[in-house]
């Protein structure tokens, strides 16, 4: 009932940035928690940056001061610039939406279905 679909995944040398964007649509009613993960091959998915309604931000210590979490609760979409990129950095990344539907007033928690960043010379 809640489509995610991402963009912005690519292969960026060093030092470079990206920025990718992820657009929730179906039945929502409202969305609580916007959230970027990350998983690296033989790797378990972390948490990268999370955006609440109001704002609030929070980044996983590695990114804090390179990477940016934004939200446009209008068109419910999140975005995360992602600047000094590192070859650490590589990775499918993911976005997470948490809200309620329409229909039921019951509460959805929502996954992209991923876009590959590649950080490489």
């Known amino acids: 009932q809640v489509h995610l679909v991402e963009s912005g995944g690519d292969l960026v040398q060093p030092g470079g940035s990206l920025r990718l964007s992820c657009a929730a649509s179906?039945?929502?009613?409202?969305?609580?928690?916007m959230a970027w993960y990350r998983q690296a091959p033989g790797e378990q998915r972390e948490l990268v940056a999370t955006?609440?309604?109001?704002?609030?931000?929070n980044y996983e210590d590695s990114v804090k001061g390179r990477f940016t979490i934004s939200r446009d609760n209008a068109k419910n979409t999140v975005d995360l610039q992602m600047n000094s990129l590192k070859p650490e950095d590589t990775a499918v990344y993911y976005c997470?939406?948490?809200?309620?539907?329409?229909?039921?007033?019951?509460?959805?928690?929502?996954w992209g279905q991923g876009t590959q960043v590649t950080v490489s010379s």
């Open positions: 179906g039945s929502i009613f409202r969305i609580f928690d």
């Open positions: 955006i609440t309604i109001g704002g609030s931000t």
């Open positions: 997470n939406v948490k809200g309620l539907l329409t229909s039921t007033g019951t509460s959805f928690t929502s």
